[in-house]
C-alpha cells in the first residue's frame, strides 16, 4: 500500500505595520536582507551589525506611527519574513516611495510582496498621497518582472546607483 502524497501546509504570515516591540526580529531581518541582496540597499552587513539594539529601536519607535515614513512587516508568528517601506518624496508631496523591499528566499512567490505593497499603497492612500514609486537595480530582472505585475509601470527614469556608480536604478510607479 503506498501512502497518499502529503501536501505542504499553507503558510500564512499577517502583514502589518511595525511595532516599538519589533525592533529585535526587525534588527534580525534587516542583517539577513543585507547579506542575501546587498546591492539593493544601501549599507553593508557589517554597518548594520555594528548599531547597538538601541539605534534599531529607535528606528522603528519612529517608523511605527505617523505619515512621514512607515514600516510593514510579513509576520508568521516568529522570525519575520518580509518587509516593505515607504516614505514621503519631499519634492513630490503626492508620491511615496517604497524602499527597502525584501521577501526571504522561502517566501517568495507566496503573495507576501503584494501584499507588503498594498500595505504601503493604503497607507499613502490614507496619507493623501495618491502615487507610488520604487526603484530597481537595472539587471535585476526578477524584481522588475514582480513589480510589472503588481501594476508598476517602467517610466524610462534611469538613475545612478546611491552606493554603487557602475550600476544604474531604473524607477518604476504606479497609483497607491
Known amino acids: 500500500m503506498t501512502s497518499a502524497p502529503t501536501i505542504p501546509a499553507a503558510r500564512t504570515a499577517t502583514v502589518r505595520r511595525v511595532r516599538p516591540e519589533d525592533a529585535g526580529r526587525m534588527r534580525a531581518l534587516r542583517l539577513e536582507m543585507l547579506a542575501d541582496a546587498p546591492l539593493a540597499f544601501l549599507e553593508t552587513v557589517a554597518e548594520a551589525a555594528a548599531r547597538p539594539h538601541a539605534d534599531y529601536a529607535a528606528r522603528i519607535a519612529s517608523v511605527a506611527t505617523g505619515t512621514h515614513t512607515a ?26 516611495v517604497i524602499y527597502a523591499v525584501y521577501i526571504t528566499p522561502t517566501w517568495r512567490g507566496s503573495g507576501l510582496l503584494g501584499q507588503l505593497v498594498d500595505e504601503v499603497a493604503a497607507w499613502s492612500r490614507a496619507c493623501g498621497r495618491p502615487e507610488l514609486m520604487l526603484e530597481v537595480v537595472v539587471g535585476n530582472d526578477r524584481a522588475y518582472r514582480a513589480y510589472q505585475r503588481l501594476g508598476f509601470v517602467d517610466t524610462g527614469v534611469r538613475v545612478p546607483h546611491p552606493k554603487i556608480p557602475t550600476l544604474r536604478e531604473l524607477q518604476m510607479r504606479r497609483p497607491a
Open 71 to 96: 514600516q510593514f512587516v510579513a509576520d508568521p508568528g516568529g522570525r519575520f519574513v518580509g518587509h516593505a517601506g515607504g516614505t514621503v518624496m519631499p519634492d513630490g508631496p503626492g508620491l511615496t
